[in-house]
């Protein structure tokens, strides 16, 4: 089935640093990627929508300028985490759909990120 | 938007046990799935299942859309199926978005 690569999958920053995460759809493009954030025991949120070549769609609550996303090409998104502190300390996961499979079953999790910063 | 509840929050089982996960949700949906979230935090799809029953060896779901709930059914359980188990759906008017249930916590103890 469809791969979608998340990387790295875990990463320790110093606070007041920036962090890249990467999301790369391995085996068909994705013109459509979603990032989401899962707080420790809790349930995984919808972070923003990122649409290869525009921008990227943010949910009501989430701070674009912290959390920058670009979708530069068709199998590669990127969540940048800025000026990063230890409340941005958290599990990262974006997803991925390739086709306009409006039914939805064509989206496809990749392994996810967690993210400690200290 | 749409409320998706699922119960129980928690659940031990003891190896071998069956048991069933339940999942409300407020408004129809045109896609509904499960996924496993191992103890690493990867997300494993179990069902895509918007309606029916479907089955994949000891797990099995049901969806009934008119009633607007899903059951996850677990048999036989073994110390692997822990983890959490999230409800997640999509409606027709939030394409990609997907909206996750609180999950239920699952230990299966030896």
């Known amino acids: 089935g469809a791969v979608v690569s998340q990387h790295p999958s875990r990463v320790i920053c110093k606070s007041g640093t920036s962090v890249k995460i990467e999301c790369r759809s391995l085996?068909?493009?994705?013109?459509?990627m979603f990032w989401y954030r899962q707080f420790p025991k809790q349930s995984l949120m919808l972070m923003a929508t990122?649409?290869?070549?525009?921008?990227?769609?943010?949910e009501q609550g989430v701070e674009k300028d912290k959390f920058l996303i670009n979708h530069a090409s068709l199998t590669l998104s990127t969540l940048t985490v800025t000026s990063a502190h230890p409340e941005d300390s958290s599990f990262y996961i974006c997803?991925?759909?390739?086709?306009?499979?409006?039914?939805?079953?064509?989206?496809?999790f990749g392994e996810g990120s967690w993210l400690t910063v200290v | 938007g749409i409320q998706v509840e699922q119960s129980p929050p928690d659940l031990i089982l003891q190896e071998g046990a069956n048991s069933t996960l339940r999942c409300n949700f407020s408004?129809?949906?045109?896609?509904l799935q499960w996924f496993h979230q191992n103890p690493w935090g990867q997300l494993i799809n179990l069902f895509y299942?918007?309606?029916g029953t479907k089955q994949n060896g000891r797990l099995s779901a049901t969806t009934v859309a008119t009633e607007r709930y899903s059951l996850l059914y677990i048999s036989s359980s073994q110390t692997t199926d822990s983890g959490v188990y999230f409800c997640v759906v999509m409606t027709t008017d939030s394409w990609g978005k997907f909206q996750f249930g609180a999950g239920t916590q699952v230990v299966v103890t030896p």
């Open positions: 997803s991925a759909s390739g086709t306009a499979d409006f039914s939805g079953n064509t989206i496809y």
């Open positions: 299942i918007p309606s």
């Open positions: 408004d129809s949906v045109n896609n």
């Open positions: 085996d068909f493009q994705a013109t459509t």
């Open positions: 990122s649409n290869e070549g525009s921008k990227a769609t943010y």
